[in-house]
């Protein structure tokens, strides 16, 4: 059973959509698009701040999303691979 810290960390994280955020950025990456400008959508803006995902990435570019899972805390994969 988790703990109440990773349970509420795991329940944050899925509010704010950090793991949808870090896999839709390396789609984008995979598909050849290097650049980090956001792309005009519609509805609210990501809560996510991008830099500590480009920072990541740009420190690690072999990283897979596991390891931008594990690098950046997110606790249900479920949430990293849903896109």
Same mark, same amino acid.
């Given at each position: ?6 349970? &509420? ?21 995979? *598909?050849? @698009?290097?650049?980090? *400008? ?10 996510? @701040?991008?830099?500590?995902?480009? !920072?990541?990435?740009? *420190? !690690?570019? &072999? #990283?897979?999303? #596991? !390891? =931008?899972?594990? @690098?950046?805390?997110?606790?249900? &994969?479920?949430? =990293?691979? #849903?896109?």
């Amino acid at each position: 059973m988790k703990g109440t810290a990773a349970l &509420e960390q795991q329940q944050h994280q899925q509010r704010i959509g950090v793991g949808h955020h870090i896999h839709r950025w390396f789609a984008r990456l995979m *598909e050849g @698009d290097t650049g980090f *400008e956001n792309k005009p959508r519609p509805g609210r803006p990501f809560a996510v @701040d991008d830099s500590v995902i480009v !920072d990541t990435i740009k *420190e !690690d570019p &072999e #990283a897979n999303t #596991a !390891d =931008l899972q594990q @690098d950046l805390g997110v606790l249900n &994969e479920r949430s =990293l691979v #849903a896109f």
